[in-house]
T-cell receptor, first 114, second 113 residues
Framework: DAGVIQSPRHEVTEMGQEVTLRCKPI?????LFWYRQTMMRGLELLIY????????DSGMPEDRFSAKMPNASFSTLKIQPSEPRDSAVYFC????????????FGPGTRLTVT | GQQLNQSPQSMFIQEGEDVSMNCTSS?????WLWYKQDPGEGPVLLIA?????ELTSNGRLTAQFGITRKDSFLNISASIPSDVGIYFC?????????????FGKGTSLLVTP
C-alpha cells in the first residue's frame, strides 16, 4: 500500500519566491495534517483538514502561509512570499478517522530559503 | 498545545542493552503514541496507547500509558544497530481541545555494535 506521498522531497528557493508543497494522503483516510519540523521548535502542527474542510489553522505562522485541500486525495501548502526563517522540513500526515490520533507521516519536504 | 517533556534527550548505548525513555505532560491525555524517525524520513508510528495503565508491546518495544494519564514510557529490549534514530512521544488531549498531537522534542538513540 502506498503511504503518504509528498513532493518535492527537496526545495531550494530564494527569498520572496512562492513555494508550493504537495501531499497525497493515504487512500481512504479522512484527515490530513501539515506539520513543520525544525531543530529549535520540533514538530509543530500548522493546519489540519477533516473530510477536505480546514478545521484548525491556528498553527499557521502568518498570512504568508495558506493550505488547500480541493479533494480527498490532494492537498497543498503554499508560502508566498517565502523567507529564510521558513526553512524547515514540512510533513504531511493522514489518519483514517476524522481528527484521528494514529497519524501516518509522509517522507517530508526539506525547504531551504536563501 | 500542551508541553511534553521527553527524556533523556539522547542516549548512547551498546548493542544488546535495554533502553528506556519517557514522556511527561502538565495535563492529561486520552492517547499516547510513540514514533520513530530515521534521518531524512518522516516519523513512523510504533505504538498507540488508549487507556490509562495500558501496556502494549510491538516486538522488542513495550510502551505504557501512565495511570495519571500524564506520562508514558517506551522500552526497547536487546537493542540492535537499526534501532538508531529519534524517538518521539505524542499525546492527544481530550476532545474539546482540538485533535492536535502534541509532540515531545525527541530522544536521539545511538547504538554501537
Amino acid at each position: 500500500d502506498a503511504g503518504v506521498i509528498q513532493s518535492p522531497r527537496h526545495e531550494v528557493t530564494e527569498m520572496g519566491q512562492e513555494v508550493t508543497l504537495r501531499c497525497k494522503p493515504i487512500s481512504g483516510h479522512n484527515s490530513l495534517f501539515w506539520y513543520r519540523q525544525t531543530m529549535m521548535r520540533g514538530l509543530e502542527l500548522l493546519i489540519y483538514f477533516n473530510n477536505n474542510v480546514p478545521i484548525d489553522d491556528s498553527g499557521m505562522p502568518e498570512d504568508r502561509f495558506s493550505a488547500k485541500m480541493p479533494n480527498a486525495s490532494f492537498s497543498t501548502l503554499k508560502i508566498q512570499p517565502s523567507e529564510p526563517r521558513d526553512s524547515a522540513v514540512y510533513f504531511c500526515a493522514s489518519s483514517l478517522l476524522a481528527g484521528g490520533d494514529e497519524q501516518y507521516f509522509g517522507p517530508g519536504t526539506r525547504l531551504t530559503v536563501t | 498545545g500542551q508541553q511534553l517533556n521527553q527524556s533523556p534527550q539522547s542516549m548512547f548505548i551498546q548493542e544488546g542493552e535495554d533502553v528506556s525513555m519517557n514522556c511527561t505532560s502538565s495535563s492529561i491525555f486520552n492517547t499516547w503514541l510513540w514514533y520513530k524517525q530515521d534521518p531524512g524520513e518522516g516519523p513512523v508510528l510504533l505504538i498507540a496507547l488508549y487507556k490509562a495503565g495500558e501496556l502494549t508491546s510491538n516486538g522488542r518495544l513495550t510502551a505504557q500509558f501512565g495511570i495519571t494519564r500524564k506520562d508514558s514510557f517506551l522500552n526497547i529490549s536487546a537493542s540492535i544497530p537499526s534501532d538508531v534514530g529519534i524517538y518521539f512521544c505524542a499525546g492527544q488531549a481530550p476532545s474539546g481541545s482540538g485533535y492536535a498531537l502534541n509532540f515531545g522534542k525527541g530522544t536521539s538513540l545511538l547504538v554501537t555494535p
